[in-house]
C-alpha cells in the first residue's frame, strides 16, 4: 500500500485581524494566494478558499494529520483562473470521519507545490 508523508512542515499564518490570506508560492507562478480554511476549527466540513493565476490547472488539496500521513487528497481537474474553494467534509479518503484535532493542507498542482501548509483543527 503507498502512503503520502509530508514532512518538515512550514506553517504560514495571518496575524492581521480580518485578513484573510497570505502570499505564498508566488515563484511557482499559477498561485498566488491560498487562504485560512473556514470555520476554523469546524465540526462537519471546512473550505479551503485559494486565488489562481491560470485556466485548466490541474490541482490537488492535500490534508494530512499531526504525524504528517495523507489522510484525503481532494483533486480538481479544471480550474478556473481567479478566486476559488475546495470543501474538505471531514472524511478520509477511505470515506470515515477523521477524529478531532489539529490537520495541514497543502495545495498541489501539476507544476509543484503551490502552497505553505496550513492549519485547521476539527473539533
Known sequence: M???YLYAATLVETTQAGTLYDKVGTEIGFATTVGQGYPNPFVKGVTIPFVLNEDNTRIQLKIYDMLGKS???????????????????GHSD??????????????????????????????
Open 2 to 4: 503507498n502512503s503520502s
Open 71 to 89: 489522510v484525503r487528497t481532494i483533486g480538481v481537474d479544471s480550474a478556473r483562473a481567479g478566486f476559488q474553494t475546495i470543501a474538505w467534509d
Open 94 to 123: 477511505l470515506g470515515m470521519p477523521v477524529k478531532s484535532g489539529t490537520y495541514f493542507y497543502q495545495l498541489r498542482g501539476d507544476k509543484g507545490v503551490l502552497s505553505a501548509p496550513r492549519r485547521v483543527a476539527k473539533i
